[in-house]
T-cell receptor
Framework: KAGVTQTPRYLIKTRGQQVTLSCSPISGHRSVSWYQQTPGQGLQFLFEYFSETQRNKGNFPGRFSGRQFSNSRSEMNVSTLELGDSALYLC?????????????FGPGTRLTVL | GNSVTQMEGPVTLSEEAFLTINCTYTATGYPSLFWYVQYPGEGLQLLLKATKADDKGSNKGFEATYRKETTSFHLEKGSVQVSDSAVYFCALRSLGGNDYKLSFGAGTTVTVRA
């Protein structure tokens, strides 16, 4: 079974631009979560989607948004990029998102904002 | 809210040494507990998990026991190898409510010398 895939793996953008990251979950998984990882803040939760609905959202500004499609694939978008948005963005999928479900992570997208 | 506190690193060990990484948590409800490992340049991989009190998770020689009375989930391995060098994250996910996110500790960097 293929794992979680994320594209692109690396991105370089400049301040003020916007970016879209993509995540394809494991086949059969309907829950997709996004996390931001930085050396200073560690791993922080962005949002979680299940059946095309956002169920939970972390404490990030409105510049961070996401969506999920009917095939469970998910995208996240960051508008008006800031230097502080440079991070590794990780996507994780699970079967239903229940508390005992295991979240399986993709390799991440490394975003650098110049 | 939920929070995880894990042992500060970095930790440097010799091959075949005993490894322990302390993890304690604060949570509402009855959380599931996880240890994830991150190798350089990669995403997170699930190492082990426990979903109820007194459960022991184990994988690849690593073990952790869910201790409700001490709110702890310490990771141990009896004989580490150079290939165990990585960053280890303790995480929890609450049962019940609408909080589907994983809450992570800060991570502990482990380096094993030959």
């Amino acid at each position: 079974k293929a794992g979680v895939t994320q594209t692109p793996r690396y991105l370089i953008k400049t301040r003020g631009q916007q970016v879209t990251l993509s995540c394809s979950p494991i086949s059969g998984h309907r829950s997709v979560s996004w996390y931001q990882q930085t050396p200073g803040q560690g791993l922080q939760f962005l949002f979680e989607y299940f059946s095309e609905t956002q169920r939970n959202k972390g404490n990030f500004p409105g510049r961070f948004s996401g969506r999920q499609f009917s095939n469970s694939r998910s995208e996240m978008n960051v508008s008006t990029l800031e230097l502080g948005d440079s991070a590794l963005y990780l996507c994780a999928s699970s079967i239903s998102g229940g508390s005992t479900d295991t979240q399986y992570f993709g390799p991440g997208t490394r975003l650098t904002v110049l | 809210g939920n929070s995880v506190t894990q042992m500060e690193g970095p930790v440097t060990l010799s091959e075949e040494a005993f490894l322990t990484i302390n993890c304690t948590y604060t949570a509402t409800g009855y959380p599931s507990l996880f240890w994830y490992v991150q190798y350089p340049g990669e995403g997170l991989q699930l190492l082990l998990k426990a979903t109820k009190a007194d459960d022991k998770g184990s994988n690849k020689g690593f073990e952790a026991t869910y201790r409700k009375e001490t709110t702890s989930f310490h990771l141990e391995k009896g004989s580490v190898q150079v290939s165990d060098s990585a960053v280890y994250f303790c995480a929890l996910r609450s049962l019940g409510g609408n909080d589907y996110k994983l809450s992570f500790g800060a991570g502990t960097t482990v380096t094993v010398r030959a």
